[in-house]
């Protein structure tokens, strides 16, 4: 029964960071980093676009 709570609380804490996630991105609070030379989106990890090899 303990078990079945937490996987509960789990799913309610991870289903609110990405309601939280998408609600942001909608309202333009929270913009994606983009490469300036092919246009998609990178992680702030990589130094260059893994798409195109640009440096961004």
């Given at each position: 029964m303990v078990r079945?709570?937490?996987d509960v609380l789990l799913a309610v804490a991870v289903g609110g960071m990405f309601v939280s996630a998408?609600?942001?991105l909608?309202?333009?609070q929270a913009r994606p980093r983009l490469c300036a030379g092919c246009g998609r989106a990178v992680a702030r990890v990589y130094a260059t676009c893994p798409g195109c090899g640009r440096t961004v």
């Open positions: 079945d709570l937490l998408v609600t942001r909608r309202r333009g």
